[in-house]
């Protein structure tokens, strides 16, 4: 029986991510490639191969390097071959540490940590741009400055939440990523954790001056200016000048408060023309003054004098509420530069003072003043309800919703370009049984909806769209468009420019949007059609129908390239849920003319690694994601795509740092979710239940994550809670992953009669998953029922046998039919199964075969496995509740590992 299920979902849609090195040469300054002679030899790096040197600093020399592994580019840094002592290799060593376990877009990321016979080394991303002490040079407007300066904040917080002290910021120590003007914070060799500052202190014996004098030079790279004080003198904050203290989160926000004072004001504050003049300066708090005309907010002002106070306990103690409030600044100033004089009419104040008038004003009118804060919303979360067909023609509404589908494609690109809008995908709007505003709250906390509806007026089709208020339904503000009759592309083009407009969004130039390309209004009516039926799938006959729409919307139009991919979508779609065998080559044959049509894009090359990975060609598929990932390295649904991919291929930790990076990028209950349930299935409970602390408050009744928290819940025990849990939602989505997961939970408690009945529920809802009837199998075993049993297990055989046919080496299907075939009896079939499924490597393979070995009567191979799978961190009493190993728990002959460690495969 396997243990709570949760559910799953596609892996296309969009977003990016972090790490370390010491000192970075600006891209425009290091481009030349050295001579082969100068370079290290390229063996003891593995499949890393050195292709230039780009820098040097204190600790090591950084090379361009390529991952022929991954084949990415990457940057690898080793320590300089004349300072290999044991303190400097530790030292490296700590840096890497330090900077794998910080995962933030602005913090550059670790791949890897290895040494050589003689030198350590790590390998992180490559960054194509410039020092900020050379990007700064540039002619920047204030708002682009306070782009810079919130990435900086909100990466030094994300470092100081996981207790990590930078200790060296200052501009060569930051990157600015061209052309999209992104941040990374780089070299944390200096850094330390909080919690081990106290033991430095305590260790590390005595003081140091007051002051330091001749002991410092001008060579302000220098990492250590003497005895205890570390960092570059000018971004020194003057408590490390004047006692013996380490370094806090305040320190930081000095060095930080500099970096803000140099970028607005054009000039250092302290830095003078000798080491001792500028300590003067920093501990008696001699600014420079401005070096050019600053106008700016007194907000701002206030905010650099904050982090520049004298005293830490004066300065801001959070640096993410500095980014917000620095985000939260950008964003005024632009709104500023757009509307010009009309600025003040979206100030609340300015409401505020003629409130009196304007109720004067509505009541002499007999009309309801207008809350301009309102319509101008600052949500950043957007849905679109399918538009709805009010008139005589039903056939309307299925390329109305199809619209209403294109039109969230198009909203999703746009709202990216308007304060990072996060709308909602039509996929979870799918999962609704009621699709309104109130039940779209409700389940995923969106903030803005927007809904519609079209009415047939004599000759005129007009559209109604109002902007909903997400928590209340209070609408916000309406407006209507007559639309164009006979050309549903024209159509769709007036109905997004008054979205745009009702939005108060700006439409950015050169976007590729849906404006379609088809050049005949039939296939573009086809086109529609078919994408609303695929947006339910899971409907009865839906999925033909899409599938007959798009192949005619295609065969009218061959050269509708839009069409052509949602044919493709549709089809793999098909393959999943009908026949893979069938639709699969379709799919890949489409998709092979369409590379051969078009150039590479990061949605052709995500369509090819998932066509990879229904073929269980994982390393393929990870090489796709790889590629689309360097077209598009800020997208979210491509990461977790490759996360996914990785995880079926067994490499776990590459897995982990996948899906960790889409759930830091995009922050949208989706990818934590994906996050918390790679753990659970991995049985790392700790690290699941703080993924969904972090789900609780983004989507509280969202089916998806209380099958999550249920899980969690499951494993630790507490079956009382997490049947609570998977009751509330089946509540919200009856469907057959929320009986499965209550019908496995009342099998653990040997309710086995209780649990058939919701299982018998689950295959009604989705008879063709073999591990629905499986699991139907088992209780109606359980339970007594063996005529029940046998013809549940069966089905679930023939199921699992046609999948096998079509893709033979899906190694987990391979083990269920083992396990099924054990059960029903066919012990000498079962184990030619496992003997086919080759080596094991997952916790739960090993529970599988564990089971089918105890079942076929092969006890020390069943012990084996079973010890095998604890020493892979499956949990030890999970094994108590299975009921085939009974027997072996009784007989004591399993040792329970102190401490999770690496198995070899077996």
């Known amino acids: 029986m396997p243990n709570a299920a949760s559910s799953d979902q596609c892996d296309f849609c969009q977003s990016e991510f972090p790490s370390q090195l010491d000192t970075w040469m600006p891209s425009d300054a290091a481009s030349q490639s050295l001579p082969t002679s100068d370079l290290p030899p390229a063996a003891p790096y593995g499949h890393y191969q050195l292709l230039r040197q780009a820098g040097q600093g204190g600790m090591g020399i950084v090379y361009q ?177 004047q006692s013996d203290v380490d370094a806090t989160i305040q320190s930081d926000v000095f060095a930080f408060g500099v970096i803000m004072y140099e970028l607005c004001y054009g000039v250092h504050p302290f830095l003078r023309e000798n080491a001792d003049a500028t300590m003067q300066a920093i501990v008696q708090q001699i600014k420079q003054p401005a070096g050019q005309p600053a106008a700016l907010p007194q907000s701002l002002k206030n905010l650099i004098e904050q982090c520049l106070a004298p005293h830490p306990s004066q300065r801001p103690a959070d640096l993410s509420k500095v980014a917000v409030f620095l985000a939260k600044l950008q964003q005024e100033l632009i709104q500023r530069q757009r509307l010009g004089i009309w600025y003040p009419l979206v100030r609340w104040q300015f409401w505020v003072a003629i409130a009196p008038l304007i109720l004067i004003f509505s009541l002499w009118l007999g009309q309801q003043s207008v809350d301009k804060q309102s319509l101008l919303s600052q949500g950043k979360t957007l849905a679109l309800v399918p538009l ?114 009702l939005l108060n969004w700006q439409l950015p130039d050169a976007l590729p949007l849906s404006k379609g390309s088809a050049t005949n209004d039939t296939a573009y009516k086809a086109y529609l059609t ?67 049509q078009l150039p590479k894009t990061s949605r052709l090359l ?12 994982y390393p393929r598929a990870i090489d796709l994601f790889s590629q689309a990932l360097q077209l598009e390295p800020g997208n979210a649904m491509l990461i977790h795509g490759q996360a996914r991919a990785f995880d079926l291929a067994g490499q776990t930790a590459a897995a982990e740092q996948q899906f960790q990076q889409a759930a830091e990028i995009s922050r949208n209950w989706y990818f934590i979710n994906a996050l918390a349930v790679f753990y659970y299935q991995h049985q790392q409970l700790d690290k699941a239940e703080r993924s969904y602390r972090k789900l609780a408050g983004l989507a509280p009744n969202n089916a998806q994550v209380l099958q999550t928290l249920g899980a969690i819940q499951f494993s630790r025990g507490d079956y009382s809670a997490a049947l609570t849990t998977f009751k509330q939602a089946v509540a919200i989505d ?169 198995a070899s495969s077996i």
């Open 530 to 596: 078919g994408i609303s039926y695929l947006y339910r799938h899971d409907y009865k006959d839906n999925i033909e129908k899409s599938l007959q729409q798009l192949q005619s919307a295609v065969q009218t139009d061959p050269e509708f390239i839009e069409a052509r991919f949602a044919l493709i979508d549709a089809m793999l779609q098909t393959a999943r849920v009908r026949d893979i065998h069938h639709w699969l080559p379709q799919a890949e044959q489409l998709t092979n003319a369409l590379a051969q």
């Open 65 to 241: 390097a390529y991952d022929a592994a991954l084949q990415r580019p990457v940057a690898l840094k080793v320590l300089q071959l004349q300072r290999q002592g044991q303190f400097h290799q530790q030292q490296l060593l700590e840096e890497a540490r330090v900077a794998s376990s910080l995962q933030h877009p602005n913090i550059v990321t670790v791949y890897d940590i290895s040494r050589t016979e003689q030198q350590s080394y790590i390998v992180t991303e490559w960054l194509e741009g410039q020092t900020l002490d050379h990007y700064k040079q540039r002619p920047l407007s204030l708002a682009d400055k306070l782009n810079l300066l919130q990435q900086i904040a909100a990466g030094l917080a994300s470092a100081h939440q996981a207790g990590v002290i930078h200790r060296d910021l200052k501009p060569s120590n930051l990157m600015v990523c061209l052309p999209a003007q992104q941040v990374k914070i780089l070299d944390f060799g200096m850094a330390s954790r909080q919690r081990r500052l106290q033991q430095q202190a305590e260790t590390e014996g005595a003081g140091l001056p007051p002051m330091l004098s001749s002991q410092l030079n001008t060579q302000w790279s220098q990492h250590t200016t003497a005895h205890q004080i570390k960092g570059t003198l000018p971004y020194m904050a003057p408590e490390l000048l």
């Open 734 to 902: 009856n469907d057959a992953v929320n009986h499965s997961n209550i019908g496995t939970l009342l099998f653990y408690q040997q309710q086995y009669a209780e649990a058939s009945a919701h299982f018998a529920l689950a295959v009604e809802l989705k008879p063709d998953s073999y591990q629905l009837w499986g699991n139907l199998a088992d209780s109606y075993r359980w339970a007594q029922q063996p005529d029940k049993a046998r013809e549940s297990y069966q089905h679930a055989i023939r199921l699992v046998t046609l999948l096998l046919e079509k893709t033979p080496k899906l190694q987990n299907a391979r083990l269920r039919l083992g396990l099924y075939l054990a059960k029903n009896g066919q012990s000498r079939q079962a184990l030619q199964e496992l003997k086919a499924a080759g080596a094991l490597k997952k916790p739960q393979q090993l529970i599988n075969a564990a089971q089918i070995c105890e079942i076929s009567g092969e006890r020390q191979r069943a012990v084996d496995y079973l010890q095998a799978a604890l020493a892979l961190g499956y949990d030890f009493d999970a094994l108590q509740s299975e009921p085939e190993f009974k027997q072996i728990m009784q007989q004591q002959v399993l040792t329970r590992p102190e401490r999770n460690k690496p």
């Open 606 to 617: 995500a369509l090819q690694a998932e066509i990879a990975k229904l073929r269980s060609d």
């Open 388 to 501: 709805q067909n009010i008139g005589a023609d039903p056939s309307v509404q299925q390329f109305l919703t199809g619209m209403s589908l294109s039109l969230s494609q198009d909203l999703a690109q746009i709202g990216q370009h308007n304060g990072n809008v996060w709308v909602l995908p039509p996929a979870e709007l799918a999962q609704l049984k009621e699709v309104s505003s109130k039940a779209i709250y409700q389940q995923f906390q969106t903030e803005l909806v927007i809904s519609g509806s079209l009415q047939h007026l004599g000759n005129t089709r007009r559209l109604s769209l109002n902007l909903q208020n997400g928590a209340d339904g209070r609408i916000l503000k309406s407006t209507e468009v007559d639309l164009a009759l006979d050309n549903w592309d024209l159509a769709q083009q007036q109905v997004r420019t008054e979205l745009v407009r």
